[in-house]
């Protein structure tokens, strides 16, 4: 199916105020603000959407407080829409809303929706990367501006966890055509990219018995832009979890903050590119496995595959 990705995000949050100074503090462009929600988008209109936990248009939650509600996906066209709904009516509950979206419910109770993409193609900025030796990547004699403001390109993916990720992946794999880029060994994780997505990864799956969110990943030019970036957000005053440092798998930079919305945040930067000639592998549930370098770290709610220490224990 051709489904690109993560196209927005819906939240129930126990404070909009935190949650909304969240996300324009990260460098989110706000759209609307109200005493019932607020509402964001990245450069090329992925969206995010925050209400109160109580808020009774809300889908249901598989987990008590704030946390993400449902997970738009994105596809490239209504023939693909209606695949989708068609497919996931054979075993499930579909609607289909007034304003273009599907929706339905995964395996482990996660809310996920389906619309034709609003994503905006957008032209990125020159590299102004100086390989020494190579082709300047920046004008010659100019310098890097260190006071921009860095705002995040797009969603670049979302990391759920689940009881049973063997179970979890047949419903994307075998229902709507996920590929499978990596897996770690014994069912502790996988990551996932939809059939029309370049990107690695776009969705991570991993294993724990509390079902819950762990964190959204928010995509931004290079190395340059997740330091200043999470350098920003810090001198805004939220706690930075984990960075900044750089993957194995998936090979993407990397800086995660705690944030208000059930999850850590995080700033990425340069994931592998993959299609289907991409070699998929299944790795060992070991720290080395998990970052090749880290600057500092503490443990995300709930630990998680990229915590090099104290993780990677069997259940």
Not at 48 to 70: A, C, K, Q
Not at 227 to 240: D, M, N, Q, R, T
Request: net charge negative.
């Amino acid at each position: 199916m051709k489904i690109s990705g993560v196209d927005g995000l819906v939240f129930g949050v126990d404070s909009i105020d935190a949650a909304g100074r969240f996300f324009t503090d990260f460098g989110l462009q706000p759209l609307t603000r109200s005493a019932s929600g607020a509402s964001f988008e990245t450069l090329n209109g992925t969206s995010i959407d925050v209400f109160h936990t109580g808020d009774e248009h809300l889908p249901p939650s598989v987990v008590e407080g704030s946390t993400v509600r449902e997970i738009i996906w994105g596809v490239s066209d209504e023939a693909t829409l209606d695949q989708v709904a068609d497919e996931l009516a054979k075993d499930r509950p579909v609607s289909r809303e007034n304003n273009g979206l599907v929706r339905s419910v995964d395996d482990d109770g996660y809310r996920v929706a389906f619309r034709v993409e609003k994503r905006r193609p957008i032209v990125p900025r020159a590299s102004r990367l100086n390989i020494y030796e190579a082709k300047p990547g920046r004008p010659v004699n100019s310098r890097i501006d260190f006071s921009e403001t860095i705002k995040p390109v797009a969603i670049a993916h979302v990391v759920l966890f689940s009881p049973d990720v063997d179970s979890a992946l047949r419903f994307y794999v075998d229902r709507l055509g996920f590929r499978i880029s990596d897996r770690f060994k014994g069912g502790h994780g996988a990551f996932l990219r939809s059939a029309n997505s370049p990107y690695h990864h776009n969705m991570f799956i991993f294993r724990r018995e509390t079902k819950g969110l762990h964190h959204i990943a928010f995509a931004v030019n290079d190395f340059n832009d997740v330091v200043l970036g999470g350098e920003a957000v810090l001198k805004k005053g939220w706690a930075p979890v984990v960075g900044p440092g750089r993957h194995v798998i998936g090979s993407n930079y990397f800086w995660y903050f705690d944030s208000p919305c059930g999850g850590a945040m995080e700033l990425t930067a340069d994931m592998d590119r993959a299609d289907d000639n991409w070699k998929s592998g299944e790795w060992d549930f070991v720290p080395q496995n998990t970052m090749a370098w880290v600057m500092d770290r503490k443990a995300l709610p709930g630990d998680g595959p990229i915590v090099p220490s104290g993780i990677c224990e069997s259940d």
